[in-house]
T-cell receptor, first 112, second 115 residues
Framework: QQQVKQSPQSLIVQKGGISIINCAYENTAFDYFPWYQQFPGKGPALLIAIRPDVSEKKEGRFTISFNKSAKQFSLHIMDSQPGDSATYFCAASKSSGDKLTFGTGTRLAVRP | DAGVTQSPTHLIKTRGQHVTLRCSPISGHKSVSWYQQVLGQGPQFIFQYYEKEERGRGNFPDRFSARQFPNYSSELNVNALLLGDSALYLC??????????????FGEGSRLTVL
């Protein structure tokens, strides 16, 4: 059972554009929703995370939007840059531990 | 400061063999987790250890085992390797004190190929 569904699988955006990646979860016990960025040959690195007590969180060019009733959350990358080209994973967990359930990933390519 | 370090970075085994992967967490981190990342997929949780005790186990067969040492480093062992065990094995550490999810810091992984 896939508990976190992520879309799209791949995304091509022009430099300066907005990249949007969506995730949906099933387990209502999840209360921590991070996004990870992974470059080839590297481990995932935390970008930004949100808890369900807020509907939006912004850090620089990265924004998470969270809809608790719809059990959906999304990552927006403003002013996308070629250096943002990577694979992005959404994830979810319960506060009781480090067990993250990851989405299947979105491969983002930002064209110059 | 050093991040999470894993060894070996790459290894090739044959079916039926055994493998041991090693992880050193960030200094001060007492929680270590292991994840399996099959090519083109998101990481899948295998184990979490905190203060040398197993705190969580994912849906993996008993061929997978792990332990954490007094210095908080950890080993992941996989017995009777199958072709499907070929993956990137990621170790992550955190300051999780057992009361909440802290930021996970991942290592660069150990790439296991089973022939």
């Amino acid at each position: 059972q896939q508990q976190v569904k992520q879309s799209p699988q791949s995304l091509i955006v022009q430099k300066g554009g907005i990249s949007i990646i969506n995730c949906a979860y099933e387990n209502t016990a999840f209360d921590y929703f991070p996004w990870y960025q992974q470059f080839p040959g590297k481990g995932p690195a935390l970008l930004i995370a949100i808890r369900p007590d807020v509907s939006e969180k912004k850090e620089g060019r990265f924004t998470i939007s969270f809809n608790k009733s719809a059990k959906q959350f999304s990552l927006h990358i403003m002013d996308s840059q070629p250096g943002d080209s990577a694979t992005y994973f959404c994830a979810a967990s319960k506060s009781s531990g480090d067990k993250l359930t990851f989405g299947t990933g979105t491969r983002l390519a930002v064209r110059p | 400061d050093a991040g999470v370090t894993q060894s070996p970075t790459h290894l090739i085994k044959t079916r039926g063999q055994h493998v041991t992967l090693r992880c050193s967490p960030i200094s001060g981190h007492k929680s270590v987790s292991w994840y399996q990342q099959v090519l083109g997929q998101g990481p899948q949780f295998i184990f979490q250890y905190y203060e040398k005790e197993e705190r969580g186990r994912g849906n993996f067969p008993d061929r997978f085992s792990a332990r954490q040492f007094p210095n908080y480093s950890s080993e992941l062992n996989v017995n009777a390797l199958l072709l499907g065990d070929s993956a990137l094995y990621l170790c992550a550490s955190s300051l999780n004190r057992g009361r909440g999810t802290g930021e996970l810091f991942f290592g660069e992984g150990s790439r296991l190929t089973v022939l």
